[in-house]
Every structure is written in C-alpha cells, then in structure tokens.
C-alpha cells in the first residue's frame, strides 16, 4: 500500500467553481501535513501546511481527519491560474523525510 | 537569479554511460536531497544530507551515489545509466526537517532521457 494516496483526477471545472479533493496517508504516526503544488513540467512548491484545527489561506482550505487519516483540499471561486497538481505531502517524523502522493490533476475551464 | 539551481536541464545519454547531476543553492540551507519523479508515481526521495560530511540513503538508492562538495553544492550520479533511470530528477533544500513550517525548495528539474 502506498504511504500517501490520492485521486489523479483529471477535475476539470469552470471559473468560479468550488472544487475540492482529499488524500489518504497509511503512517497514523504521520506528524506533519502538507499542499505543494506543481505546474506541468515544473518544480513543486509549497501551497500550504495543514494544521490540526484546519486552515485557510485566501481562496484555499486544508482539512485534517487523523482519525480517518486524509487531508483535504478546497478551492473556492476557482481561477484559471489555479490549473496544476497539487501534491499531498505527509512527514513521518520531524527530521528528513517526506512522503509525495503522485498529485491530483485539476485543470479550470474559461 | 534561482534559489535553486540544476544543471544540466535536459540529458540524453546512453546505457552504461556515467552521468552528474549538479545542484548547487544560495538559500544558505544545510539540508540538501535528491529526488526523482515518474508519471503516477510521487517524489521517491534518492538521496539526503543534512551538512557537508553528511550522505544517507533514500528510498531508492541502488544506482545512484552523492557527493556534497560544500554547503552549496550537491551532486547526483548514475554511474552506469540504465533505461529505467529516465525520470526528472529534483535537487531540494530545507532550513530544517520535515516538521510543519520548515518547506523544502525545489531547483527547476534536470529531464534525464537513458536510451
């Protein structure tokens, strides 16, 4: 089984729309959450942590259910510059190493 | 100018060829890794090291080797390429761990094509 799985998508939504998908970690001992995101062809970059009580930053919010151990994400009021992968990420331990899900896909239509 | 950077961009090589990856970083970070990324597949993690005489292995070491030649630099070889090694390779740096706060930053990528 995979340490972080997510749906590969492609969601394909239009400008303005909600979109939202999780990601599922296998560790429970997983201490660290993580958004990076990566244009096609790209270098991945850090969208957002996840915190426990969940947060916000702008049009994007991340969710934490340890108890059924995946993470969210929800992008509101959607943008065509939003079109890219977005990696979950989970660390297991506070030092070195992390663990990428293969990314979900979302692509925003004008 | 990059934070990051990597160079070659782009290699095509041939099998049983030896082949350097470079990577060198103006963050002042002292944690530098190596990864690579194939299609359906997450970031495997190849190699890490936390200060210049530090080197340890990722996931997925075998056919590959590191050196850190100072806090800047970090280079990756394939010392006898192979076709299953075409991948896009990413150099990253951190201040510190994995723990919440602490991103890693990645250079743009080296596109390694094994024929």
């Known amino acids: 089984r995979k340490e972080v799985e997510q749906d590969p998508g492609p969601f394909n939504v239009p400008e303005g729309a909600t979109v939202a998908f999780n990601c599922t970690y296998s560790n429970s001992a997983s201490q660290s959450f993580f958004w990076y995101r990566q244009d096609c062809r790209k270098e991945p970059k850090l969208l957002m942590s996840?915190?426990?009580s969940g947060n916000e930053d702008g049009r994007f919010t991340a969710q934490l259910n340890r108890a059924s151990q995946y993470i969210s994400l929800l992008i509101r009021d959607s943008k065509l510059s939003d079109s890219a992968t977005y990696l979950c990420v989970v660390n297991i331990r506070s030092d070195y190493k992390l663990s990428f899900g293969a990314g979900t896909t979302v692509t925003v239509r004008a | 100018d990059a934070d990051v950077t990597q160079t070659p961009r782009n290699r095509i090589t041939k099998t049983g060829k030896r082949i350097m990856l470079e990577c060198s970083q103006t963050?002042?970070?002292?944690?530098m890794y190596w990864y690579r990324q194939d299609p359906g597949l997450g970031l495997r993690l190849i190699y890490y090291?936390?200060?210049?005489?530090?080197?340890n292995k990722g996931e997925i070491s075998d056919g590959y080797s590191v050196s850190r030649q100072a806090q800047a630099k970090f280079s990756l070889s394939l010392e006898s390429a192979i076709p299953n090694q075409t991948a896009l390779y990413f150099c990253?740096?951190?201040?510190?761990?994995?723990?919440?706060?602490?991103?890693?930053?990645f250079g743009p990528g080296t596109r390694l094509t094994v024929l």
């Open positions: 996840v915190y426990s």
């Open positions: 963050k002042g970070h002292d944690r």
């Open positions: 090291s936390f200060d210049v005489k530090d080197i």
């Open positions: 990253a740096t951190s201040k510190e761990g994995g723990g919440a706060g602490n991103e890693q930053f």
